[in-house]
């Protein structure tokens, strides 16, 4: 995109941009191991995992062949999530604050910043939807897969309502993956807000 845009270039495809990544570490690395998730869910952990090591192992020798060429998850994020009834609360340990922390805090370290002013960018689509399945069926799973604490059901006049933080948003887009209506829709925040990673 940099090359594009000091070339004076404009409306084209950025195919250096591809060819770039290609020709990455990154690339290499990733290519590797890109079948370990799906063995490990298609054959378990006791065969998936060990599996997935030989199939790295020999794709690391040989320049990235593998016997399997590139398999595919059997199916999506949002698909996998089973109803609440099915399983028991997990009781988490409170944050001790020196080594595990609460949401906000950790939302505090991304120096995340967004215009208080700004539309939510997060839009759920059918909040009907939202509560009679995100709620009622799978016991409000946004709240504790977003790791910034942006989705909260909070009771408000006698009535439960979904609830969007979105000036936590880090936009890592779980909510966008794993919603198990596909439900929320994470579009890009106006004036380019969002965390900024200093130290890094």
């Known amino acids: 995109a940099y090359e594009a845009i000091k070339a004076g270039r404009q409306g084209d495809v950025l195919t ?7 020709a990455s570490s990154v690339y290499k690395e990733l290519k590797q191991v890109r079948n370990v998730k799906p063995l490990w869910s298609k054959l378990g952990t006791a065969i998936g995992i060990p599996m997935g090591g030989l199939e790295m192992w020999i794709s690391s020798l040989f320049g990235g062949f593998s016997f399997f060429g590139t398999l595919k998850h059997g199916k999506t994020d949002a698909a996998a999530l089973k109803p609440a009834k099915k399983f028991k609360p997990i009781d ?3 944050p001790d604050g020196k080594i595990s922390f609460d949401k906000l805090t950790n939302v505090s370290f991304t120096n995340t910043y967004h215009g208080e002013d700004q539309p939510v960018h997060l839009v759920v689509k059918d909040m009907a939807l939202q509560k009679s399945s995100e709620h009622d069926v799978y016991a409000g799973p946004s709240a504790r897969y977003c790791p910034a604490g942006v989705y909260e059901w909070i009771e408000e006049g006698g009535e439960l309502k979904f609830q969007i933080n979105s000036q936590n948003c880090i936009h890592c887009k779980t909510c966008d993956i ?3 209506n596909l439900n929320i829709n994470w579009t890009v925040p106006e004036g380019g807000g969002g965390p900024a990673y200093p130290n890094m």
């Open 178 to 180: 794993k919603d198990p």
């Open 16 to 22: 250096s941009y591809e060819d770039a990544y290609k």
């Open 92 to 94: 988490y340990p409170k």
